[in-house]
């Protein structure tokens, strides 16, 4: 059964608002190589960087994640022991673009902030937030590869013993990067829609590579008040597009999704994951980013009643 009106618009979520982010400038990297008997250390700041480093560095390092599965990365703020852990690793892998503001507080052997050299604009207005830079460069592959060649870069400088293989594997993982590009271009190729909306302003930048419309719920963070007034903006703004599609988020509550789609024609509650983490049971299983992305794809095809 439908909820009333005025039982929606006294409904409002409030999640914690995240500071904002300060992008980390580092510090000037160590020169040192790291012997040939022993594996580098590297901790990447959470789940896609922790990908990327693992296809990238293979066997010849340890890579871990500094922020553990199933946590969501927005409003994470690292231990003294994080802090520690970081500081005493051969490379820390960031994302940058303001997503780690707690980065500045680590100083790290070799930093990499794997955004570096790319031209960032801002993220989607639809929402009514202004929070400056989306970060959310991950999403799309083709800018997914910059952080790939980043993390190559870093490790061919401090290992150039097994430069070869590092390369190697950097080149196997941007030619899949390349197939998941043309695979998303060719099954987006035709749709009855383009809008979709998401829970977070996360999709802005897959959504421009693909010419298709985001619309958030919350901004380019999903922590923050969540209004009535703004929850009564994406019911009409579903009528409207006639969309039957609101998309949630594995790491939030979906019970806001399920109070919008309950007050739209059709509506249903299906998950497009920013990838931002991803739980015990899906790492257990080895599920990586490239089987996230194919997930989304699926998914997206469905709201956006895809032919292909």
Known sequence: MKQSRAAL??????????????AYTGKPASQDNISADKKIRIIASFYPLYDFASHVAGDRAEVSSMIPAG?????????????????????LVINGAGFERWAENISARRLVVATDGLQLDGGNEESGHDEGI???????????????ESIRVALVEIDPINAGYYNDNA?????ELDLLDKQISG???????????AFHDAFSR????YGLTQHGIQGISPEGEILPQRIEQVIGLANDLHID???????????????????????RVLVLSPIEGIDSEEQAKGIGYIDKMQQNLANLKEGLKCTS
């Open 171 to 175: 080149a196997r993982f941007t030619a």
């Open 71 to 91: 946590i969501e990365p927005h409003d994470w703020e690292p231990t003294a022991g994080d802090v520690l852990k970081a500081g005493s690793a051969d490379m």
């Open 245 to 267: 599609t609101i998309y949630s988020e594995e790491l939030v509550d979906s019970r806001l999704a399920e109070v919008i789609a309950n007050e739209i024609p059709g509506g």
């Open 9 to 22: 618009l006294a409904i409002a979520i409030v999640i914690p608002l995240a500071m904002a982010a300060t």
């Open 187 to 197: 099954e987006l190729s035709d749709c009855q829609k383009s809008d979709f909306i």
């Open 134 to 148: 989306d970060p959310h460069v991950w999403l799309d592959p083709v800018l997914a590869k910059h952080e790939v």
């Open 206 to 209: 897959f959504a421009q590579r």
